[in-house]
Nanobody, 127 residues
């Protein structure tokens, strides 16, 4: 399956922790840049964190020091460890896969690059 699948969302109290997971096709995962976005109700999508195939990471200023992105290429998994959660972290968290091209998988063919979004997992931070 090319589309990433997120899991791990839920309800957590302020100050708590949660770990999100994202899995994608083993055929392209290891050579793809993986990114977490989030979208709160009424707000635009916001980039949260990204990780390259060789595990170089980047974070939004709002989550630096609280969130950690990581990946396990052997398991085709990406993670977002979230700590010191705040109510303003409440959002749908989406996993995005960006693979270099050209390529072909599962009947999908692309040129320069392929970008696929997951459906998201809801994180609610509330007491």
């Amino acid at each position: 399956q090319v589309q990433p699948v997120e899991s791990g969302g839920g309800l957590v109290q302020p100050g708590g922790s949660l770990r999100l997971s994202c899995t994608a096709s083993e055929s392209i995962f290891s050579r793809s840049t993986m990114t977490w976005y989030r979208q709160a109700a009424g707000n635009q999508r916001e980039l949260v964190a990204a990780i390259t195939p060789n595990s170089t990471t980047d974070y939004a200023e709002s989550v630096t020091g609280r969130f950690t992105i990581s990946r396990d290429n052997a398991k085709n998994m990406m993670y977002l460890q979230m700590s010191s959660l705040k109510p303003e972290d409440t959002a749908v968290y989406l996993c995005v896969l960006r693979a270099p091209g050209p390529g072909k998988i599962d009947g999908i063919q692309w040129g320069t690059s392929l970008e696929v979004w997951g459906r998201g997992t809801l994180v609610t931070v509330s007491s």
